[in-house]
């Protein structure tokens, strides 16, 4: 092999230096390039992650603050000017004929456009999964 060739699979996908040194099939140069390498890879998941949870928290503190002020209900329209998103929530139902949402630990019921019953939802504990987990 003249100077300058490499074996497959010799250089670092991150800055494409010799990888002079490690186990057959390394990468990376260093644990510097292979992290930077990941991170790159993952930033779009990362950042439509982000947005979700964005968008849930948003959510959760909207209906949080509508059960603080000691409400229960609300109307559709009066929940989208505050900003909340039926599209961002951890669970939905179709039930008869009706919706049930949830948003982490709160849950509520849309029936038509007024959302109802707006409640938290008992802590669960891991006992209650059993052998399942
Ligand atoms: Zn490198």
Request: with cysteine.
């Amino acid at each position: 092999m003249e100077y300058g060739e490499n074996e497959k699979g010799k250089r670092c996908l991150e800055c494409g230096d010799d990888i002079t040194y490690g186990r057959k099939g390394r990468k990376f140069c260093c644990d510097r390039c292979k992290n930077t390498w990941h991170n790159r890879k993952t930033r779009g998941t990362r950042l439509a992650k982000a947005r979700v949870m964005t968008m849930l928290n948003r959510n959760y503190s909207i209906l949080n603050g509508i059960l603080e002020a000691g409400e229960t209900s609300a109307g559709v329209e009066q929940l989208n000017r505050m900003g909340f998103n039926f599209g961002y929530c951890t669970s939905y139902h179709k039930i008869r004929r009706h919706d049930e949402y949830v948003c982490f630990d709160i849950k509520f019921t849309l029936i038509g456009s007024e959302v109802v019953s707006i409640r938290k939802l008992p802590l669960v504990s891991l006992k209650d999964f059993g052998n399942t987990l």
